[in-house]
């Protein structure tokens, strides 16, 4: 059970994630401040800084929140007769595209902006501790390397799906309408560590 001070924790960072969003809707990322989205969760300036690293960390998290804990928590409910690989995609492309359509408006506007792009793509590094300990309780491998090293590949291969999806076409200022085409990008980028899952699994 997730104690007190925790859930504070989680709230306060809720809170500023969704006013960083809130803000950056109405007026355009680059003319929010760090003081503003303090202000707007009521919170201070130092308080914000504990949670988040800059501005547009805090509108993506908005996106992203609790993602990788449910790519997790979906590994250690699948079958473990089941293939392990086929899971690990199932998950991954279930919690980075479905929640897409509720979160419309705010990837339409991580798309069109450079900073908030690589910060989206950043996200990924988030997948690899909850998956390597997901991995390792799936294989029954606590002490070995082998969930950690297939965590990492796999947020790897996330973030250049990321990367591709979220990349404006004809260059970096260019617009990018969120289409329907990350789940593919996600299983083309995942594709190469199949046999290593699979190899896991024996």
Do not use: C
């Not at 006013?19 to 990322?29: D, F, I, K, T, V």
């Not at 990837?107 to 988030?126: D, E, V």
């Not at 260059?171 to 899952?197: I, N, T």
């Amino acid at each position: 059970m997730t104690g007190l001070r925790e859930r504070k924790k989680q709230a306060t960072r809720t809170a500023l994630s969704e006013a960083a969003l809130r803000l950056a809707l109405e007026r355009g990322p680059d003319n929010v401040r760090v003081d503003d989205i303090a202000e707007a969760a009521g919170v201070s300036p130092r308080t914000y800084n504990n949670y988040f690293p800059s501005r547009e960390d805090a509108i993506v998290f908005a996106v992203t929140t609790d993602r990788e804990q449910r790519v997790a928590d979906a590994i250690r409910a699948a079958d473990r007769s089941a293939r392990l690989a086929d899971a690990v995609l199932e998950a991954v492309v279930a919690q980075y595209t479905e929640p897409v359509e509720d979160h419309r408006e705010a990837l339409l506007l991580i798309t069109t902006s450079p900073a908030l792009r690589t910060a989206y793509a950043g996200t990924a590094a988030a997948l690899e501790h909850p998956l390597a300990e997901a991995l390792a309780d799936h294989l029954g491998d606590a002490e070995g390397p082998t969930a950690q090293v297939l965590a990492a590949g796999v947020a790897a291969a996330v973030r250049i799906a990321l990367g591709q999806w979220a990349r404006p076409a004809g260059g970096s200022s260019g617009f990018v309408v969120v289409s329907g085409s990350l789940a593919d990008l996600l299983r083309a980028a995942l594709a190469p560590l199949v046999p290593a899952l699979d190899a896991a699994q024996r």
